[in-house]
């Protein structure tokens, strides 16, 4: 019965295949993109936002034809937030879903493991939520960055600070891979821009007490602090900056600065901090406007967050490289990724010979007036600086 | 790469180390009565500090009113929360093996912070009221650090006078002295073991009220401070009360000190390291064991 059946389904899709060479190309069965993402456990809210890019994307491409004259269609699960369910995932998507292509889950840590399954098979994997450099450093051929490093959270900061004639920076950070990472990076940058780094130091994790940090800090008078930040942190160091009387002209932090609760916890005292982000939903990129627009009108009252708007980005990049590859053979993909120089609603999209990113910005805000204003980089700035930074005695 | 350490810097962290080890102390000082009258490790303790700042800062959200008189909210309270643990659950581990209470209070505090989290959501909270400094010299002194340290050595010493000089304290020390002998006495037990886990309760909530104005406030805020108390009353020796006095400001200046001199990474395997190194040489603790 089994054998039966089995040769039944085997005639049966001999029959779609011979048959799909004769159809109008409109008619074909779409393309099938796999993808496992965290739709639950503890990075289900921005898993999800991720999803939603994706969706939207599918959506826009099918509504003006597909690509390859196809219509595109992911085929989703929800990996609850474990590189080892991921791992499993991808694997059934290639080998039994025989899906045509992947895009990548979310967050370095899952990307990091499934990163090894699609390498196998060859097949070409956009990878938008990952940052973490590393993963594209391995020699691996299939794999393609989409946003900023963590080596260059601070950039914008250093960039500024040298421009505006500072000399010197004292940077620290939470002891953990990600804001080490920027550590090693903004050092580069710093060097680079021609800033002596008079300090640096690292805290724990959970560190709550900055006191004796920043008494160091004050006595090396940096003219620009960087904090390579999560959250909790940021906001500590922020108010005790304020308790010690600690003055630098510019003071910087990464992750978490960027989050509306940063201000609604620090109230007047968050103004003049920067803070680095991958994507603001203001900035001018082509076809962002309209990406926000359609955002809120599919997914009326759901987050928004540079997440949606990077699996937005990240599946434009792979639609692309179809097009230009004109076929689904994972080694011509592959070809037609490394030859783009594009701008998606996320940003520029340019990937070295590893698959690393070298064209997507991040930018950098300076709170101002309870509002996020983008200063940097100058092609994407929304107003000025407010520099320098008054000492807290004066404001 | 690092700077060169003035006096200056080294009055900025002393003080505030001895801002921060009053708090200590006071929040310890629970843990120690606990500890002493009933021989149980009591790993809620921290958990009843989250508990103290929420109230703060629901106090201080919906009402408005000056964070620091929230104290008459928050300790009542929380002696209310500690009484009502002790009568309902920890007073049957009293006499059982050490791991049973400690067992118990951890799950106690895994329920607390759970309900927490469902209740109020894990987003982190503060409550901005005084903030900056009051500059002296070259020293800079939080004015929520220094009213938040008063606070603290205020309600520190009441609890003192009240174990010296009161009946119901005498009854305490001498619960913790000898339960046998107090009992002889005609100290009613269970009804000490009662006030003391509610004051201890009274004390962690009143650390929580304090550190509420000064640090961000979420639900798994406390283990910090269970963790830190417990190594307070250990360096003073466990059941000893001016121990944990004095391990309290021990413990904020070896925290300060050693970041300071050496790196924030460090202090806290500073602090541990003196841990150890007291239990292996002095296990009575740095000030004499409890007195017998």
């Known amino acids: 019965m089994r054998t039966a059946f089995r040769s039944v389904t085997g005639l049966a899709t001999a029959l779609v295949v011979l048959a799909g060479s004769w159809t109008p190309a409109s008619a074909q069965a779409p393309i099938k993109i796999g993808a496992s993402l965290s739709l639950t456990g503890t990075y289900a809210a921005l898993g999800q936002n991720q999803h939603r890019g994706y969706q939207l994307c599918a959506k826009h491409v099918n509504e003006k034809g597909g690509v390859l004259g196809r219509k595109i269609e992911f085929v989703l699960y929800d990996d609850q937030s474990q590189p080892a369910t991921g791992v499993r995932l991808y694997e059934k998507l290639i080998t039994q879903d025989k899906v045509d292509l992947v895009m990548g889950p979310y967050s370095s840590a899952i990307t990091e493991a499934v990163a090894n399954v699609n390498e196998k098979y060859k097949m070409p994997m956009v990878a938008p939520m990952a940052s973490t450099t590393s993963i594209f450093k391995k020699g691996r051929k299939f794999i393609f960055m989409v946003q900023s490093a963590a080596e260059v959270y601070l950039e914008g900061l250093v960039e500024m600070a040298a421009k505006r004639g500072l000399k010197t920076i004292a940077i620290i950070n939470e002891d953990t891979l990600f804001p080490k990472a920027t550590v090693q990076g903004t050092i580069e940058l710093a060097k680079k821009n021609g800033l002596q780094v008079v300090f640096v130091e690292a805290y724990p994790k959970g560190n709550p007490d900055f006191s004796a940090i920043l008494t160091k800090i004050r006595a090396a008078n940096p003219d620009v602090l960087g904090a390579a930040t999560y959250f909790d942190d940021a906001v500590a160091i922020t108010r005790q900056m304020k308790e010690l009387n600690v003055n630098p002209k510019m003071y910087g932090v990464t992750v978490g600065g960027d989050l509306p609760t940063f201000y609604q916890l620090l109230g007047k005292n968050a103004e003049f901090v920067y803070g680095a982000t991958q994507w603001e939903v203001e900035l001018p990129y082509p076809g962002a406007k309209e990406f926000l627009q359609a955002y809120t009108m599919e997914f009326p009252g759901r987050d928004l967050s540079y997440h949606s708007a990077g699996g937005y980005g990240g599946c434009q990049v792979l639609v692309e490289a179809i097009k230009r590859a004109g076929s689904l053979d994972g080694e011509k993909i592959r070809e037609a990724v490394l030859k783009l120089d594009i701008n998606t609603v996320y940003g520029g999209f340019k990937v070295d010979e590893g698959g690393f990113q070298i064209s997507h910005k991040m930018v950098t805000f300076q709170w101002q007036e309870g509002k996020k204003v983008i200063v940097w980089p100058d092609e994407l700035a929304a107003g000025k600086a407010l520099f320098p930074t008054p000492p807290w005695t004066r404001r | ?292």
Request: contains cysteine.
């Open chain 2, 1 to 292: 790469m690092g700077v060169i350490i003035t006096p200056a810097m080294v009055g900025q962290v002393v003080i505030s180390g001895l801002l921060a080890g009053a708090l200590y102390s006071m929040v310890a000082l629970g843990l120690a009565l606990i500890f002493g009258v009933m021989r149980v490790i009591n790993v809620a303790h921290g958990t009843i500090l989250m508990l103290g700042a929420y109230t703060t800062f629901w106090w201080f959200q919906l009402l408005g009113i000056n964070p620091y008189l929230s104290l008459l909210v928050s300790m009542p309270l929380m002696f209310l929360l500690g009484a009502f643990l002790q009568r309902s659950m920890v007073h049957r581990v009293v006499d059982a093996p050490e791991l049973s209470s400690l067992l118990l209070t951890f799950g106690i505090s895994i329920a607390l912070v759970n309900v927490t989290q469902y209740a109020f959501s894990s987003d982190v909270r503060s409550v901005e009221f005084l903030t900056g400094s009051f500059l002296v010299g070259p020293l800079a002194l939080s004015k929520s650090r220094l009213i938040s340290f008063a606070f603290a050595v205020g309600l520190t010493l009441f609890a003192f006078w009240f174990l010296q000089k009161t009946k119901l304290g005498k009854a305490i020390r001498a619960t913790s002295q000898s339960r046998e002998v107090a009992m002889v006495c005609g100290v009613n037990v269970q009804r000490i073991h009662l006030y003391a886990f509610g004051m201890a309760s009274a004390l962690a909530a009143a650390g929580g009220s304090l550190v509420a104005v000064i640090v961000a406030i979420q639900p798994e805020m406390g283990q910090v401070y269970t963790f830190k108390s417990f190594l307070v009353i250990v360096l003073g020796g466990a059941g000893n009360y001016p121990g944990a006095l004095l391990g309290g400001m021990l413990l904020g200046l070896v925290e300060q000190l050693s970041s300071l001199f050496l790196t924030t990474q460090v202090s806290e395997a500073v602090a541990y390291v003196l841990l150890v190194l007291v239990l292996l040489l002095r296990p009575t603790g740095l000030f004499g064991g409890r007195s017998t």
